[in-house]
């Protein structure tokens, strides 16, 4: 009965997995098609597929959050990228991603969900930005960083209040936070 119980389980944190990998892949692939209003910042998108990295990190292990965000980049790259933008993307979903579970491990009286994000908006630029310094063999890409990291900030912060949003009025989402929680606490 317990082996039936520990399948089922695996099965429904398998179909969660499948099912945020998707919405990512959607989000990410919609995003290209969304010109960016500033011209001042070419190449720049708001990074909203991250808002799927958020949810993951408060409801998934960190192996299965690393394994969604894999899925997430590659699926995107192989639909509508290239090499480079598959680069960029890994380099910047993985900086962000174990940014955010670091300053996550801080715990919610020293920041808030909204703050894990932005951490994770900057940080996404600023593996984007390393991963461009090596392609171009020169850290003056980096210069780019402080108009990418007001960006970053402000995308951050708005998918941090979607997430925190979702968090809040989505039922299914809010119980597997809270057992997320409680299994870590163990």
């Known amino acids: ?36 209003p500033f ?23 960190f192996s299965d959050v690393i394994t969604l965000t894999f899925l997430r980049v590659i699926l995107t790259a192989l639909l509508g990228g290239t090499l480079s933008t598959f680069l960029y993307s890994f380099g910047g979903a993985f900086l962000s991603l174990f940014a955010m ?27 984007q930005l390393v991963v461009a310094s090596l392609i171009a063999k020169t850290w003056t890409v980096m210069l780019y960083l402080p108009v990418l990291s007001i960006i970053g900030l402000c995308a951050g912060t708005a998918l941090g209040i979607a997430a925190n949003y979702l968090f809040t009025h989505v039922t299914s989402l809010s119980y597997l936070k809270f057992t997320h929680e409680q299994q870590t606490k163990e």
Do not use: C, D, W
């Open 39 to 61: 011209a001042f910042a070419p190449g720049a998108k708001l990074g909203l597929a991250n808002l799927i990295t958020v949810v993951a990190i408060f409801t998934l292990s």
């Open 1 to 36: 009965m317990n082996n039936s119980f520990e399948q089922s389980n695996k099965v429904h944190r398998n179909i969660y997995i499948a099912l945020l990998v998707a919405q990512g892949v959607v989000i990410g692939l919609l995003e290209r098609l969304i010109p960016f």
């Open 101 to 127: 579970v670091l300053v996550k491990q801080l715990g919610p009286k020293r920041v808030s969900l909204i703050g894990i994000s932005a951490t994770g908006g900057v940080m996404h630029n600023v593996g």
